[in-house]
């Protein structure tokens, strides 16, 4: 179910001379979403919907309505999911990196135990604390080393088959070696002051859970009102900073 045009318009003018968004997607249930374009900085929520999935054209909303209404989106913030970067061509993208380093974690484990997965994830570990250059060759280096390694092959007793021994390193791999170019996007505009994760958001969709697990048992429309004014209450500038989330 989507937010009402009164709903879904910017509730809190900002500078329309640069805007750096997180945007990003939470789901209460199946097919019960909501999708957030925040301004980081600022604290300030400046577009939303309801939405039944994470499509590339709910992000194309958002960025479409914000930029008819005079928003010069200067950089935006992803959690890397496919798809979803081709919508702000042209525009710096950033990969939030604690997303990146939980992929890895998903492939690898957080205690791996083959010793080109420790070393990949001792890379992966630092990527908060380096450059793209320190971490590019890094990469390369570790590559180079295990090349060998990532080519084996297990042969399927039963089928005949062949597929990599090591699958899930590989795709560890290919997954960082696919988002490094949207990883150290902050470190190429410090004049924008882009954050190098979501967590301005994800930490806002947990403070918003949390108030709205209080009234459970209210229906999806009430909930969502709700929800619309928690939104709005955020954005008011008499709001207290110290309850800003």
């Known amino acids: 179910m989507k937010l009402d045009e009164n709903n ?30 925040r301004e980081p900085n600022l604290k300030k929520n400046v577009w939303w919907s309801f939405v039944a999935y994470e499509r590339s054209c709910d992000y194309l909303q958002g960025k479409n309505h914000l930029q008819h209404n005079d928003f010069d989106i200067t950089a935006v913030v992803l ?23 939980q992929i890895v974690k998903r492939y690898l484990t957080s205690k791996p135990k083959l010793a080109a997965s420790q070393e990949l994830k001792t890379i992966v570990d630092r990527l908060a604390y380096t450059t793209e250059q320190e971490f590019t060759t890094e990469l390369i280096v570790w590559y ?11 042969i399927d007793q039963n089928t005949g088959r062949w597929f990599y021994t090591h699958k899930r390193l590989r795709s560890a791999y290919r997954s960082l070696n696919t988002n490094l170019p949207y990883l150290f996007t902050y470190q190429k505009f410090p004049e924008l002051n882009i954050p190098n994760t979501t967590n301005s958001l ?19 429309q009430r909930r969502n009102k709700i929800i619309v004014e ?16």
């Open 144 to 154: 180079e080393k295990w090349s060998e390694f990532l080519k084996q092959k297990t």
């Open 8 to 37: 879904t318009q910017p509730i809190v003018k900002l500078n329309p001379k640069g805007l750096v968004a997180v945007a990003d997607t939470t789901f209460f249930s199946h097919g019960d979403g909501l999708m957030v374009f």
């Open 79 to 101: 959690d890397g999911r496919p798809g979803i970067r081709a919508v702000f061509d042209g525009i710096p993208v950033q990969m939030c990196q604690f997303h990146q380093k």
């Open 202 to 220: 994800d930490g806002f969709f947990n403070r918003l859970k949390s108030l709205v697990y209080v009234h459970r048992g209210l229906n999806v």
């Open 230 to 245: 928690i939104l709005k209450g955020r954005n008011s500038q008499n709001s207290p900073t110290k309850s800003s989330i």
